[in-house]
């Protein structure tokens, strides 16, 4: 594929209007918004409001006259629309760590007399350390099994009270089939919770069609809520009545305001939120969902996959370093919108990109991980690109002694 | 006092330049900074910083650059100053109510074989709740006991793991007496956690000096951190190497980038945290600290109490309404900075005076609160604002037909 073909893809790219939507700084290719979006332009302007105008004018009066209460219901509902679930499934609330906790308890609580937490290794951590922490608190009523990802489903059994995968692996990109593990966990009576942190606003999901019960998810990738934005978690409507989260607070009470010394749950997915809602957070994140609503999901993924798809045969096409291997599915319906390359000298790649305004990822030891937002990226951008990392790799600069003599000094 | 006295004060008052460090509303007088303190003006460009240029500008690099990862023990360190603490004993994260249930079942792990938490009724619920939905969690492994505050302790025995006390009152303003109820928890053998929410840049206390446990306390209120802020919480450094938090995420991990299956908590206060850092909360707040810094603690609580004082003896001095009933101790050293009246008809006197621009709070069924938040406020304002609730408890709108007619459509 020559530049000028990629620049035809652009002026056909229903999405190309989304890319003055935000703000990136001139000659940046940024490849990293899985790790953290980028700010949406309208994210300053209402940062500014929030901050000015409800908070320094309204005061505490912004709680309802800007209706700052209703936020993390409403930021949910909008977020629910992206996900294939209904308004009052999803709640913007805490991390995606704790939401985790929440529900992972709440899956013991829908499954009395079930024991197993089953899940995988290898995949973004902090779920693992949830459930051994959840595990760990509970001692002999709950255990965890962590599988490797090709062992899980058949581990699957009369006493797995709930099954928590990545629905997108945090470095492969590797996607489950959703639809098939929920169908496999619910033949044997558990449950299912997916982590769809690298999943909304990236790749199309309809959690109700397919029957999910449970997800949780970060507002700050491709949905684009800023740095260490709160995360929201979904509770299929059929499951709230009985679901117990294990943290209990003011915020999550049948009736907030009348101060009662006793915990009475709110009915439906308010039930789930324990303190008190995070506004600048969730204003941020209301910002990056209202324009992620703007763009229909399906094209969203089939963008994300076609630059990803040309970024992997631009570098191929230039004759790769055989050091160079795929660590992502060359199937582009088995990923997400990411890809990773393991190369020895990953890192040195990497820096070298960055050096050039090229933002990618680095994952220890030996990955060099490159995300496809499809909301900002433009298919001339990744060509670029992919022939600045394939010139890189040519370089082989890291051959060079006088390259690890400056690499130490620096 | 005449309200010349009053500004007499004000001429003297060393506090009196950080007036102008806030951003109010003209003409109003606002006293419920302990529901929601108002924006410090530095906040606005603060955030818009953050926002343009460390998030905008330098997107993910950013979480190194611009320190975002540091966030949570740099503005802890600094809330360890405003509270007689030592740097790596507070770090900022999560909500009040998620923090305290982190200690909670961190002080069940200091003292293995004690089940009982001990707390009080009628304070602010979400402590109660947090309890409640803890100890349902763990079934026969802990129980709860909430006793009236007098009640609290003489109950502490040889089953109690942890008290957990208010340190002021979210009513009524009353204070614990934090170093005697900690000596009694201690000789014991048990523990104290304090929710310092209205202490915090309030009420000068020194937890290292009375050998306090374990804390939790709030951002946005006495610590200006803007609505919904993120909370903080204390680990004496004593208790650091034993504690566990029972929610295990990636940030309080030791090696959070080594991305490891197997969750090693980190050393120190770092231990404490669960998901990624909510840097625009984290921003506001640490603006909001660093006002709080340039005061002197004793000043700011000795202020606080001289204009609830004041308050108190004008509205008084006018002859009040005999339904009007002081809700709050009468001697300033049982007190936070907030003052309570009880009144049959508290929710029209609030809502009167706000319409004069006087923000007060209402809080069912009775209490009419006002907080005297020590770095805004004026002795001249707290003058207006008692003459104003007198003229207002003078007039009697309530006993005329019309004011039920009218309240009832509006």
């Known amino acids: ?9 652009d002026l056909a790219d229903p999405l190309a209007r989304f890319g003055d939507a935000f703000d990136l700084p001139k000659g940046v290719i940024y490849l990293d918004g899985n790790s953290l979006g980028p700010a949406p332009l309208k994210v300053h302007e209402r940062l500014e409001k929030v901050s000015r105008h409800e908070w320094g004018e309204g005061l505490v009066r912004s709680w309802n006259s800007a209706r700052w209460i209703e936020a993390p219901g409403r930021v949910g509902d909008k977020i629910a629309q992206l996900i294939g679930a209904k308004a009052g499934e999803v709640v913007v609330a805490d991390s995606t760590s704790v939401n985790l906790f929440k529900l992972a308890a709440g899956a013991l609580s829908l499954r009395p007399g ?18 051994q922490g959840l595990t760990h608190l509970l001692g002999d009523r709950a255990q965890l099994k962590a599988l490797a990802p090709a062992e899980v489903v058949a581990a699957i059994d009369e006493d797995t009270a709930v099954v928590v995968l990545t629905h997108v692996h945090f470095k492969s990109a590797q996607r489950w089939d959703m639809a098939a ?53 979904f509770v299929a409507e059929r499951h709230q009545a009985l679901i117990q989260s294990p943290l209990w607070g003011w915020m999550g009470h049948a009736t907030p305001f009348a101060f009662e010394d006793n915990y009475r749950g709110a009915s439906g997915i308010r039930g789930q939120i324990t303190g008190t809602p995070p506004i600048l957070g969730l204003a941020a994140l209301e910002a990056g969902v209202d324009l992620q609503l703007e763009a229909d999901p399906a094209r969203v993924e089939a963008k994300g996959l076609a630059l990803a798809d040309l970024f992997i045969a631009e570098i191929e096409s230039r004759g790769a370093d055989p050091a160079l291997k795929l660590a992502s599915p060359r199937e582009a319906g088995q990923r997400g919108l990411h890809v990773s390359f393991s190369h020895p000298e990953a ?23 490159f995300g496809f937002s499809p909301l900002f990226l433009s298919y001339a951008a990744v060509w670029d690109a992919a022939h600045a990392m394939a010139d890189i790799l040519a370089a082989r600069a890291w051959d060079r002694p006088e390259f690890h003599a400056r690499a130490a000094v620096t």
């Open 1 to 9: 594929m020559t530049r000028q073909d990629a620049q035809g893809f």
């Open 114 to 131: 079930r024991k197993t937490l089953l899940s995988e290794t290898g995949s973004f951590p902090t779920n693992l350390y949830v459930l």
């Open 181 to 233: 593990i929920t169908a496999a966990a619910h033949a044997k009576g558990a449950l299912v919770i997916w982590d769809l942190c690298h999943t909304a606003g990236a790749v199309a999901v309809d959690l109700n069609d397919i029957g999910a019960d449970l997800a949780v998810g970060c507002g700050y990738k491709y949905l684009n809520g800023g740095p260490g934005a709160p995360a929201f978690l």
């Open 347 to 369: 890192y040195a790649v990497v820096q070298a990109m960055i050096a050039r305004g090229i933002i990618g990822d680095f994952r220890a030891p030996d990955i060099a991980r």
